[in-house]
């Protein structure tokens, strides 16, 4: 079974500031990851995701995810904040079912506020 | 932004009545999902479509069915609506197995 884990559901940080939003993951294959960021009332909109390629993604709206295998980890990092990234980001993380779709598991969800 | 439309976008509804609820993607994708999202849960996946009547059951499957008779539209129906089913439903689209999966825009259900 596959699972993961978002440490914090809120973070607050000041605009200009690193955000640094932790995942954690557990996967008995290879997995897929995904982060996602969802502003209020609208759908998950895809931020970047990791398929066994590079290690460090790169996604929209400047933010970044490092593939850790030894610490089981896909944290999102974003080196400035900016008042429109607050948001609620989810990550996923999904596996490959052959002949069948690809389900995702998602975390519980990190709520970005992003203060003057 | 993928084609993806969901219909109604809000309903209220009584306990024990039916609710249909209407995904409709204009991609042409094989794959379409049913999530619901609740606080605390993140978004759970309810069934799922890899074809034309070609449906599978996800985690939180119980009091839920689909349909999907066209590649376009995938139906989740509630036979009988219970409060516990108050929630904000969310489809998904995927082109393949391991393609990423687009959102449509979600459908606030409130059971009474």
């Known amino acids: 079974a596959q699972s993961v884990t978002q440490l914090g559901s809120h973070v607050s940080v000041s605009e200009g500031a690193l955000v640094l939003l932790r995942c954690n993951y557990s996967s008995s294959v290879p997995p897929y990851l995904f982060w996602y960021v969802q502003y209020p009332n609208q759908g998950l909109q895809l931020l970047l995701k990791y398929t066994s390629a590079a290690t460090l993604v790169k996604g929209i709206n400047g933010f970044e995810a490092e593939f850790k295998k030894s610490e089981t980890s896909f944290h999102l990092t974003k080196p400035s904040a900016h008042m429109s990234d607050a948001a609620e980001y989810f990550c996923a993380v999904s596996k490959l079912n052959t002949g069948t779709a690809s389900k995702l598991t998602f975390g519980t969800g990190t709520r970005l506020q992003v203060t003057l | 932004d993928a084609g993806i439309t969901q219909s109604p976008r809000h309903k209220v509804t009584e306990t024990g009545t039916p609710v249909t609820l209407r995904c409709h993607q204009t991609?042409?994708?094989?794959?379409m999902y049913w999530y619901r999202q609740d606080p605390g849960h993140g978004l759970r996946l309810i069934h799922y479509?890899?074809?034309?009547?070609?449906?599978d059951k996800g985690e939180v499957s119980d009091g839920y069915s689909v349909s999907r008779s066209k590649t376009e539209d995938f139906l989740l129906t509630l036979e009988s609506a219970t409060s516990s089913q108050t929630s904000v439903y969310f489809c998904?689209?995927?082109?393949?197995?391991?393609?990423?999966?687009?959102f449509g825009p979600g459908t606030r259900l409130t059971v009474l």
């Open positions: 991609e042409n994708h094989r794959y």
């Open positions: 479509s890899y074809g034309v009547k070609d449906t």
């Open positions: 998904a689209i995927s082109a393949l197995e391991t393609d990423t999966q687009y």
